[in-house]
């Protein structure tokens, strides 16, 4: 396989993203972690470890370009909550769109059609007591923007309380999916924590980038 196969993905953006040749599949694969998401027009396949997380893996059905993303509402402040501010929900709902938008617009931008897109979506474990309903936040929001936005939802696996491996193919959409129910340390936990800490105040509009 030559060698600019794993250097260049095939749109442009994606440079940060870990993408290496997949002994097992032999082909790329891209490793997506915490507030990334990846898209191709090539046969590759994603990855990545979720623990309250979601992943939204959408392609278009016809052409096979497609893409997953990782990511987490910011967590609300319950005490501007029982004073009457929704100000910290709606800018998590924000967060949210702008998470699923930049996945289905890097999509369409790359010759997809809205008409044809299929969803597949997973995540939303409580692994971390400390992050209260994160994980059924991120549920709740990721079926209500599918439902809101008319998309074709063909299979989620949510809930529960253990991390989840997901490897994706977009050009067929298969999934593959595995519970991890041994874990042997918290790196996952460790990882979204710090990644709840980094989203926390960050404002969605101006020069911030999220992804």
Request: aromatic share 8%; with cysteine.
């Amino acid at each position: 396989m030559d060698r600019n196969q794993v250097d260049r993905p095939s749109i442009q953006g994606f440079d940060h993203v870990n993408r290496y040749l997949d002994q097992d599949h032999g082909i790329i694969a891209a490793k997506i972690l915490p507030g990334e998401y990846y898209v191709t027009t090539e046969n590759e396949l994603i990855t990545t470890v979720l623990g309250s997380c979601i992943s939204a893996c959408i392609r278009d059905k016809e052409t096979g370009i497609g893409g997953m993303n990782h990511f987490m509402l910011p967590e609300t402040n319950a005490t501007k909550m029982k004073q009457g501010s929704d100000a910290m929900i709606g800018n998590a709902t924000r967060y949210g769109n702008y998470a699923m938008e930049h996945l289905i617009n890097t999509i369409l931008s790359n010759g997809g059609k809205r008409k044809n897109l299929e969803v597949k979506v997973f995540g939303g474990g409580k692994i971390i007591p400390t992050l209260s309903d994160v994980g059924e936040r991120n549920i709740s929001f990721v079926l209500d923007y599918i439902d809101q936005e008319g998309l074709a939802l063909l299979s989620k696996d949510l809930g529960d309380i253990y991390p989840r491996k997901v490897i994706y193919f977009p050009k067929t959409g298969k999934v593959g999916m595995k519970k991890i129910q041994d874990l042997h340390n918290d790196t996952i936990a460790q990882r979204e924590r710090q990644y709840s800490r980094n989203i926390k105040e960050l404002p969605v509009e101006g020069d911030v980038e999220l992804f």
